[in-house]
């Protein structure tokens, strides 16, 4: 079974600041990976995946993430932090059922609050 | 497009009954995938249903049960109901393998 690593649950970054969010993942197959973000009182919104096509992955909001094999990372980053992206991230890999064909169970990391302060 | 919508957004109940969720997936959508939420737990996966027939299933007790209508519509009941079933119980719809979730609201539930 596929799982994630998700590095610090709570991240505080100034306003402006560079956002590095980190993901690792264990896979014995390529994985199918993904970013998420959840406001208050909400449900996940799609930042970015990652499908094998490329290894630098650009998102919504600025956010972009490197799928790096060696290390079995997939790193979260955007450049400046904006007050609007307070939220909890998680990333996730799709964890193939190969008897049923299915891929519709995702494996999430435990989450990373980000605070942004002014 | 529409997106995924659930309902009811708020349920309280209390233990020992039973609830029923629902869930509409994008149009065009066969895959649907429940979570539960919880802040000790995390998301964790209940199961998925892909043209009417369940997948995947997670390592939750047979009290949790899903079906999946023709139309993709897809519903979860949780019959006795306990204390430590409160939670945001997320629905997601794809188009299966590689694509995206696309996620719901969610449903809290509050058992009392």
């Known amino acids: 079974a596929q799982s994630v690593t998700q590095l610090g649950s709570h991240v505080s970054v100034s306003e402006g600041a560079l956002v590095l969010l980190r993901c690792n993942y264990s896979?014995?197959?390529?994985?199918?990976l993904f970013w998420y973000v959840q406001y208050p009182n909400q449900g996940l919104q799609l930042l970015l995946k990652?499908?094998?096509?490329?290894?630098l992955v650009k998102g919504i909001n600025g956010f972009e993430a490197e799928f790096k094999k060696s290390e079995t990372s997939f790193h979260l980053t955007k450049p400046s932090a904006h007050m609007s992206d307070a939220a909890e991230y998680f990333c996730?890999?799709?964890?193939?059922?190969?008897?049923?064909?299915?891929?519709?169970?995702?494996?999430f990391g435990a989450g990373t609050q980000v605070v942004v302060t002014p | 497009k529409a997106g995924v919508t659930q309902t009811p957004r708020y349920l309280i109940k209390t233990r020992g009954q039973q609830v029923t969720l629902s869930c509409s997936p994008i149009?065009?959508?066969?895959?649907v995938s429940w979570y539960q939420q919880t802040p000790g737990q995390g998301l964790q996966f209940l199961f998925e249903?892909?043209?009417?027939?369940?997948?995947n299933k997670g390592n939750f007790p047979g009290r949790f049960s899903g079906r999946q209508f023709s139309n993709s519509r897809s519903e979860m009941n949780v019959s006795t109901l306990e204390l430590g079933d409160s939670a945001l119980y997320l629905c997601?719809?794809?188009?299966?393998?590689?694509?995206?979730?696309?996620f719901g609201p969610g449903t809290r539930l509050t058992v009392l």
């Open positions: 997601a719809s794809s188009l299966g393998r590689e694509n995206e979730q696309f």
């Open positions: 896979s014995s197959v390529p994985p199918y």
């Open positions: 990652y499908t094998s096509a490329a290894t």
């Open positions: 996730a890999v799709s964890d193939q059922d190969v008897t049923t064909d299915s891929w519709g169970k995702l494996q």
């Open positions: 149009s065009g959508h066969r895959s």
């Open positions: 249903y892909f043209s009417e027939t369940q997948r």
